[in-house]
């Protein structure tokens, strides 16, 4: 039988960054959310959560956590030449670490993108240019390459908005130009939405190619007021458009059935993005969103 494991990350308690006084503090997160029942996190920017492996394992351990994967957040520059040297040295950390607790996966978030979350300024132009994407498609192989022959880690690129992986042909363009022995996608339900893709459909589509997912709605009338008003992601976000689940879009059912119809175990995160919010919003919603999902067939 298809295993989906579920799980949720600091993200879904208002955590985009290693330290940040307006995030909820990380032994309150775990508590949280080991108290809602659920057992599988990822780890969250590197920094956020104890460092020390052995620290680590003994602060999970203690509450009955698993780790599904560690997150390298906060560096997007590998459609730039002159930056892999460090992105695949800051990368190592979290591969280190993420193998160190036995997880095998570790995801890559290419935040910040061109764009700034605040203002809405554009930092780069919105599209990458030939050049610019076979430097891309070669950054992620090698960075692949080395997480899996070093630490028996795989890479899992998180497509997001703002970036220049985001919409499905980008989505497309990433996975034909790079070798499946390395470079897995972690679909992002949301983010594929707010794109205009269809989650159910690149499942079917890329079935060997989605070796992760984070699990969450968009609001369509936020998405809308984004894209009418030209806002960047980060903007969006503080309107709401990360909303709880089934209020937003995709339809979550018909993602479950196209992961259970592919017959490959997966692990399912829930991230829903929450910056800034109130401490004592994010485990209420947790503890509700992770019970529509277990009703749906995500255990």
Not at 54 to 82: C, F, I, N, Q
Request: one cysteine or more.
């Amino acid at each position: 039988m298809t295993r989906l494991r579920l799980g949720s990350c600091p993200d879904s308690w208002g955590v985009w960054f290693a330290d940040d006084p307006r995030q909820t503090p990380w032994e309150r997160f775990l508590d949280e959310l080991a108290g809602v029942g659920y057992e599988w996190l990822e780890l969250g920017p590197y920094g956020y959560l104890p460092t020390d492996p052995a620290r680590l394992a003994d602060e999970l351990a203690r509450r009955g956590l698993r780790v599904a994967g560690g997150t390298m957040h906060g560096w997007s520059g590998l459609h730039r030449p002159g930056e892999f040297a460090e992105i695949l040295a800051r990368t190592r950390l979290v591969a280190a670490l993420t193998a160190a607790v036995g997880a095998r996966d570790l995801v890559f978030v290419p935040v910040p993108g061109y764009r700034d979350d605040v203002t809405g300024a554009y930092l780069e132009p919105g599209a990458l240019d030939d050049d610019g994407w076979r430097t891309l498609l070669r950054s992620t192989n090698d960075l692949g390459r080395a997480l899996a022959e070093e630490y028996g880690v795989r890479l899992q690129f998180h497509h997001h908005a703002d970036s220049y992986v985001e919409t499905r042909p980008q989505i497309d363009r990433l996975l034909d130009g790079t070798d499946p022995a390395f470079v897995s996608l972690c679909l992002d339900t949301g983010h594929l939405a707010y794109g205009g893709g269809d989650a159910a459909t690149l499942i079917a589509d890329r079935p060997d190619r989605v070796g992760y997912v984070h699990i969450k709605q968009m609001d369509p009338a936020v998405v809308a007021r984004a894209r009418a008003d030209d806002l960047a992601f980060g903007q969006a976000v503080a309107l709401g458009a990360s909303c709880e689940p089934p209020a937003g879009e995709p339809d979550l059912p018909t993602v479950v059935k196209a992961l259970r119809d592919r017959g490959a175990d997966t692990f399912v995160i829930v991230e829903q993005d929450m910056y800034p919010v109130d401490f004592d919003k994010p485990a209420p919603i947790a503890a509700r969103t992770r019970a529509y999902l277990t009703k749906e067939g995500i255990a």
